[in-house]
């Protein structure tokens, strides 16, 4: 039996299906879902756009788009399956009447629809009405939302009410797709299938964690989203939160979604405020500069095309974040995320404490602690740092530090690597919500870090700069090394 075979036959509806994420990742995570075998043989791709397009002209977007973002290139057989699934509406999204006709085209005795809204989160609520008008929405049916929701606490609520009003939540799939990296999914298997790791993952073993997410390119013709965002609200609200909760969460009873919600519910709500009295100390806010990447000049933030010469949107976040509870009382969560920084990288390394007694200083004085590292990009992989022999005769031993390395791509260099969205799609598919995020999770993300989004603006001081191609601005680095740490480079 194959896995689709216990699929019910689904409608999987693309609102936005001619934007850059469905072309880029929504349409190549499908195709792939269908080579892998994984689509019930029943199952429809609807794209829905503004745009007047015969399906025809829908087929061949998508041929076009297949043919650049899928890697590993197309199989023909595959492509002529997948093809016969394509469907096409035009659809005024604000314009409630316009649903009949989406329902006219919808009319196909499916049991379960999938609407992924690839669309600003502003009009969700335009679309659920529209569904709801046509009478588009049964208990089976799912949304994927796509993060960030809203821009602060109070505008995430009044999104999840508008979408909640016809959904359940149990039908309401709120995407982050960090939660689908094959090394993020590994969190869990290493945590709590490895006795070495469980019984050592708290404040008894670890000095400290640094989570990196770091970006080379700019805002990439985004400015007129990202400049109302940031980089507070557009990663460490949701990307680095969602990884530091895994991190940090409790032992699930089990892997079903109720479990992990809930852990990583607690983790969060646990989380140290930062507001105007400590505002100074634990976080860094900085704004690129003129600078060189790979050897070539780049603009500054504000030298960038469109850009408003006066803005102080942050492009850089470095956060010392604490957790208030019995595992990590005292132990701090290094957060660290910017755009035009030297490469694409991140990762997240956590600190051992050093040994206690050292019964090798003939060879090294002091003990390097040992240290794991998880690669989330662009080397998928995790490695453990620690203290092995060096081989030979002499009477003295010497030893030194080696790597025990697993890297995803030459462990598994038979086996692709599974792109985030094609395990978050078929996720969906199959009504499992234990790689989504929460209500309840996004309200208490926000809740912290609006605290600290209002405490830079009561005091008014404008972003640190640094030049592009660096790791960001000094006062970085000055704020872990108070602590006799460093970032790890």
């Not at 602690?369 to 002499?394: C, F, H, S, Y």
Request: aromatic share 8%; charged share 25%.
């Amino acid at each position: 039996m194959k896995n689709s075979d216990l699929q019910s036959a689904s409608e999987i509806v693309i609102f936005g299906a001619l934007g850059d994420l469905s072309r880029r990742k929504l349409l190549p995570a499908l195709y792939q879902l269908d080579q892998a075998g994984l689509l019930n043989n029943e199952s429809r791709i609807l794209g829905v756009a503004r745009q007047d397009h015969s399906v025809e002209e829908f087929t061949a977007f998508v041929v076009e788009n297949l043919t650049e973002f899928v890697k590993e290139g197309l199989d023909k057989e595959v492509m002529t399956r997948f093809i016969t699934r394509l469907v096409y509406q035009q659809l005024d999204f604000k314009d409630t009447a316009s649903y009949s006709h989406l329902a006219t085209t919808l009319k196909g005795g499916h049991e379960t629809r999938v609407y992924y809204f690839s669309t600003p989160p502003a009009i969700y609520g335009d679309i659920t009405d529209g569904l709801k008008s046509a009478k588009l929405i049964t208990d089976a049916d799912r949304v994927v939302m796509e993060k960030p929701i809203g821009n602060c606490l109070a505008s995430s609520k009044v999104i999840n009410d508008q979408v909640s009003r016809y959904f359940n939540e149990n039908q309401i799939y709120r995407i982050d797709h960090y939660l689908g990296k094959e090394t993020v999914l590994n969190l869990l298997v290493l945590r709590f299938a490895n006795s070495l790791f469980t019984n050592n993952w708290d404040r008894n073993s670890i000095d400290h964690v640094q989570i990196t997410v770091a970006e080379s390119v700019g805002i990439e013709g985004r400015w007129g989203f990202y400049d109302d965002a940031g980089q507070m609200r557009d990663m460490i609200q949701n990307h680095l939160l969602q990884i530091l909760s895994l991190l940090a969460m409790e032992p699930p009873a089990d892997l079903s979604a109720e479990s992990i919600r809930a852990e990583k519910l607690k983790a969060v709500k646990a989380l140290v405020p930062i507001n105007r009295m400590n505002v100074k100390e634990k976080t860094v806010r900085g704004q690129y500069a003129d600078g060189y990447l790979n050897g070539l000049p780049v603009p500054g933030y504000l030298n960038e095309e469109d850009a408003n010469q006066k803005s102080d949107t942050e492009t850089f976040v470095a956060i010392k974040a604490e957790i208030d509870n019995w595992r990590w009382a005292g132990v701090p969560f290094y957060l660290r995320t910017g755009k035009r920084m030297p490469a694409k990288h991140s990762e997240i390394v956590v600190q051992f404490k050093p040994q206690a007694h050292n019964i090798f200083k003939e060879s090294h004085v002091d003990l390097p602690a040992n240290k794991l590292t998880i690669r989330l990009q662009p080397d998928e992989g995790v490695e453990l740092q620690m203290m092995n022999k060096i081989p030979g005769i002499a009477s003295q031993m010497h030893i030194q530090e080696n790597k025990l390395d697993l890297s995803f791509s030459e462990t598994y260099e038979n086996q692709r690597v599974v792109d985030a969205y094609e395990r978050l799609m078929l996720e969906v598919i199959n009504g499992n919500q234990s790689l989504f995020v929460s209500r309840d999770e996004v309200e208490a993300a926000w809740t912290w870090a609006d605290s600290i989004i209002e405490a830079w603006q009561t005091s008014n001081e404008a972003p640190k700069a640094y030049p592009a191609g660096t790791w960001g601005p000094v006062a970085s680095l000055s704020m872990i090394a108070r602590d006799d740490r460093q970032w790890v480079e």
